[in-house]
Nanobody, 118 residues
Framework: QVQLVESGGGSVQAGGSLRLSCVAS????????MGWFRQGPEKARQWVAS???????TYTDSVKGRFTISKDNAKNTLYLQMNSLEPEDTAMYSC????????????WGQGTQVTVSS
């Protein structure tokens, strides 16, 4: 059974940093890509960043230059390093994995809360 478990969220002041982790287990295939999404209060879920099986990364414009997505295949762990955090980054952050053949997400974690105060 596929399972994704996030950790690393918390409360920080604007300008601070956090590193989120997502441990994946139960996979019998390699996902084409892995990603981070977030959902703020009364907002729709938003894609934040993705990394594919080759290590290529993409980001939504609002986090470029501040967030870095990475993965450790040996540890089956996905990371999101978040620097220069802003109050607008406050959200529940979830990791997700895709089909093995294309970057369409099908598995989701429960999420970890990030709160940034001004």
């Amino acid at each position: 059974q596929v399972q994704l478990v996030e950790s690393g969220g918390g409360s920080v002041q604007a300008g601070g940093s956090l590193r989120l982790s997502c441990v994946a287990s139960g996979y019998t295939y390699r996902p084409y890509c892995m990603g981070w999404f977030r959902q703020g209060p009364e907002k729709a879920r938003q894609w934040v960043a993705s990394i594919d099986y080759r290590g290529s990364t993409t980001y939504t414009d609002s986090v470029k230059g501040r967030f870095t997505i990475s993965k450790d295949n040996a540890k089956n762990t996905l990371y999101l390093q978040m620097n220069s955090l802003e109050p607008e980054d406050t959200a529940m952050y979830s990791c997700a994995t895709s089909f093995p053949s294309r970057c369409s997400y099908i598995n989701w974690g429960q999420g970890t809360q990030v709160t940034v105060s001004s």
